[in-house]
């Protein structure tokens, strides 16, 4: 199948795929748009059944960087890499014939850490081009490993949520449940235990959990069952698609605020959260906190008070969201995607650089 006919191909600009002999390197780049700037987006590694997996994952995620960005005021377009793999076997050497990849496209596309990838994979990817963020720093720099920044981003918005839904302005006693206590969700569940909340956290890693509990306090509960928790708040902090037609239903939070890109596994998957009296928080809009990190350290300019100052904006953005979805009655993803299409359609001019 064509990437023209994938049911997620939605106007890309460009996709393009790569095979280097010498590394097996098998790396996809989708653009989904460069209207407010060059396509901005992380480099997934991931060990994809097939190709046709990894087209649809490269889309979905490269269309939701181009309303991430679009919606955090960057001057950024939307795009992301995947690279088929496996975590274990990843070398320095693909990740440099990856940089030639990314540098072969001029600068339309830049790319970062994600899901699979870290800054030691982005210190191989800058050997062989400019076009990279999200790489190790000097103390005292800002920037790097974006993960604590997404978490920051995150965990405000949940007291955002908790104040729109439970009209709560504090989170202590606020029981909510982690699921993924990796780079973003171990952050997430420092703040989170700092302001009181109740801890519930899964991870298919058991030692990644097992840190959460031995230095946080936190409850562990089964990966099988963390959506499925009694609690104020669910934070998916793993992978995409876990809000679906089969866990919608089982689903007890009155709240879904987490880090995971691409949660709905499908768009009508946010009326059936509305339609169940679940506000969602739009994962591109709570997540921001990691592309304005990464972004700014690539703009270069910016100092790290006035980053967390720009990931503050987060939470009145939601707000926003959330009101007027109870206004016009319509979940809360529709309103993001259209928040969204609107300020990518009337061009950079608009948003504050
Ligand atoms: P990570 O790989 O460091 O952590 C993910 C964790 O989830 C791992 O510990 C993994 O073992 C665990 N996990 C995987 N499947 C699970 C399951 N079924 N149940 C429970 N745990 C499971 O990734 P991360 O950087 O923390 O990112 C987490 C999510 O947030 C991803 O969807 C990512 O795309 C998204 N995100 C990350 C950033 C960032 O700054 N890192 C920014 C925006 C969005």
Known sequence: MSPFDNREFNGHELVVFSHDESTSLRAIIAVHSTALGPAAGGCRLWPY?????????????SRGMSYKNAMAGLPFGGGKAVIVGDVRRKTPALFEAFGRFVDSLGGRYITAEDVGTTTADMESVAKHTRFVA?????????????????????????KAAVRFRLGRTSLEGIRVAVQGAGGVGYHLCKLLAQEGAKLHVADVRAEAAQRVRD?????????ESVLMEEVDVLAPCALGAVLNERTIPAIRAPIVAGAANNQLARDADGAALQAA??????????????????????LGGSSESQVVSEIEGIPARLTEIFERARRENRPTNVIADQLARERISHGPRRLVA
Request: overall charge negative; aromatic content about 8%; proline content about 7%.
């Open 49 to 61: 059944t097939s190709t046709a997996a990894a087209v649809t994952d490269a889309l979905r995620l």
């Open 134 to 158: 999200g790489l190790n720093r000097r103390p005292g720099e800002f920037g790097g490993d974006p993960s604590p920044k997404t978490a920051l981003g995150v965990f405000l918005g949940i």
């Open 215 to 223: 230095e946080l306090g936190a409850n562990v509960v089964a990966p």
């Open 277 to 298: 009296g679940i506000l969602y928080a739009p994962d591109y809009v709570i997540n921001a906190g990691g592309i304005i990190s990464v972004a700014r350290e690539y």
